[in-house]
């Protein structure tokens, strides 16, 4: 009878074995076919162009040069590097903020490279690259201004903040603020401060130095709000070919001086 017991649990354990093998086969199967339907970087290098999606509202990461009508900033000049490097062309569609993530799901994009944060962009079902610049947000408030000198004189302000920006997610993340007021796009969170709507107003550090350039009134208080965004490339999930090639570029442009000249000639403030 124990003989018989013991040859019944390891019959048992044979087929539990057997049982884990082979759902260990079928997950292999599983990724390998996911792979194998990953046609991300393939589609780019067949059209022999990147879409590149972004908002230019953000200088001076992106913005249309009042001039010459032309997208310019730094994104824009790594996009371009970007697909030097990648072999192919670049072309850059404008569109609102709040419908990039929607577009990129959609398909109307290959990639977003437009100062959007692991933070931004973690609620959606998406790819993200490595990451490409480190973004605080600081405070901006009036130039006679000598109340607000750091994050905890913001208690019991009202305070301006542009939506579905690391900037919210930043303030938000704030305790006895007296009200929050949010915007559509920064410079009507600016007017509302020169106009004494709003206390100050929270936004990344790059954009508030090269709009306060022309902007005699208000000042930067340097004072970090939250914590420093991690600003990535996004594509749609499972795009994992296309993204790991955009890593792939972006390490080269990093190396061979391409990150470094954009860097300079943009964020350098």
Known sequence: ???????????????????????????????????????????????????????????????????????????????????????????????????????????????????MSKQ???????????????????IVVKQDNETIKSVDDLNDKIVGVQSGTGAEIAVDSLDSLKEIKRYNYNPEAFIDLSNDRVDAVVVGYA????????????????SPVGETAEIVMVAKKGADALTGKLNEALAAIKSNGQYDQAFDKWLQL
Do not use: H
């Open 1 to 115: 009878m124990i003989k018989m017991k013991k040859a019944a649990l390891v019959l048992i354990v044979f087929a539990a074995v057997l049982l884990m093998l082979g759902g260990c086969a079928d997950s292999s199967k599983e990724v390998a076919s996911q792979q194998s339907n990953d046609t991300s970087w393939n589609n780019v290098e067949e059209r022999g162009e990147l879409i590149v999606g972004l908002c230019a509202q953000y200088p001076p990461f992106e913005s249309v040069n009042e001039e010459t009508k032309e997208l310019e900033g730094f994104d824009v000049d790594l996009a371009y590097a970007l697909g030097e490097n990648l072999g192919v062309k670049v072309n850059i569609i404008d569109a609102q903020w709040e419908a990039l993530l929607g577009g990129i799901n959609k398909g109307d994009y290959d990639v977003l490279i437009t100062c």
């Open 120 to 138: 931004e962009a973690a609620s959606s079902n998406i790819n993200m690259s490595e990451v490409y610049y480190e973004l605080n947000e600081v």
């Open 207 to 222: 954009y508030a130095a090269s709009q306060l350039k022309d902007k005699d009134d208000l000042k930067i208080i340097n």
